[in-house]
């Protein structure tokens, strides 16, 4: 086995080691970046459903207040304010999901489906739970969820969702009687559920990481290629010439020239030495 071959077989095993190690690390690091780009637009979501629940509780619902005696409008729900925000998002978005599942709800298509029920459970179990974030499959692919619990924490809810006979009686035309009541204080009665799609900052993250592997493999190929050369030129050539010259000179043709090496590294040293024996089995 020659030397060259020796070297690239080496280069090549270290390239190995060091490329599964580096892309290992790197495949983690560019997951974990994605997952946290994915949860910070989950957070922000959840923080703009947030607000736009304070904006109509706090700035909507006064103004209307005469109005609701008369006629009840659901503008004035929070929970009703802040999905229809979120739906004007989804136009744009589908992918994207707010929802304030909720296990007694007043409207029907605020009801938890089995997996968000499942959420809803666990809050419930779990009182000092304020947030729960997971992954889960969806039609359009892999979706990231940040959850948080809806508590019944102003008694001033219990107006509407309390006992039926409290209720306003605009409320109870609009959305009946069946649905929405006997909520207690303190008790989890759903959750704010947002989903966001994993899919396009995971594939971003691959496109990253095979554009790294190459570009490492590139740079690679391109210094075992350099070593190769330098390989030749400085020890490969100078030892092939050095041989012939000992060989001959084995064989008995004295007549050999010296081998003309200048510098001072251990080739030139090797060549002075092979001349310095030449001569002397000449003598």
């Not at 970046?33 to 509780?57: D, G, K, P, W």
């Not at 978005?93 to 997996?115: G, I």
């Amino acid at each position: 086995m020659g030397l060259r071959l020796k070297f690239n077989l080496a280069m090549l095993l270290t390239f190995l080691v060091g490329i599964t190690v580096t892309g290992f690390i790197s495949f983690k690091m560019l997951q974990n970046n994605a997952r946290e780009e994915v949860l910070q637009q989950a957070s922000l979501m959840m923080e703009s459903a947030l607000s736009i629940r304070y904006y109509t509780v706090n700035e909507i619902r006064p103004l209307l207040t005469e109005q609701l005696k008369e006629n009840f409008l659901p503008q004035t729900v929070p929970a009703y304010a802040a999905t229809r925000n979120i739906e004007q998002l989804r136009l744009r978005y589908p992918e994207y999901s707010y929802k304030e599942a909720t296990l007694n709800p007043t409207n029907p298509s605020s009801r938890a489906t089995d997996w968000e029920t499942s959420i809803v459970e666990h809050f419930r179990n779990n009182s000092n739970s304020t947030e729960l974030i997971g992954e889960h499959n969806t039609a359009t692919g892999r979706s990231l969820y940040l959850a948080r619990p809806i508590q019944i924490k102003n008694e001033k809810c219990l107006v509407c969702h309390g006992k039926i006979e409290d209720a306003p009686e605009t409320m109870l035309a609009r959305y009946g009687r069946s649905n929405g009541f006997g909520w207690k204080v303190n008790e989890v009665v759903g959750a704010q559920i947002v989903n966001i799609p994993m899919s396009l900052p995971l594939e971003r993250a691959m496109t990253t990481f095979k554009a790294f592997i190459l570009s490492i493999s590139g740079v690679f190929i391109a210094i075992i290629l350099i070593l190769n050369y330098l390989l030749h030129a400085i020890v490969i050539k100078p030892v092939i010439n050095m041989s012939n010259i000992a060989e001959d000179v084995s064989m008995g043709n004295f007549a050999a020239p010296d081998y003309a090496q200048t510098g001072k590294d251990e080739i030139s040293r090797l060549a002075m030495s092979l001349n310095r024996m030449r001569r002397s089995l000449v003598s």
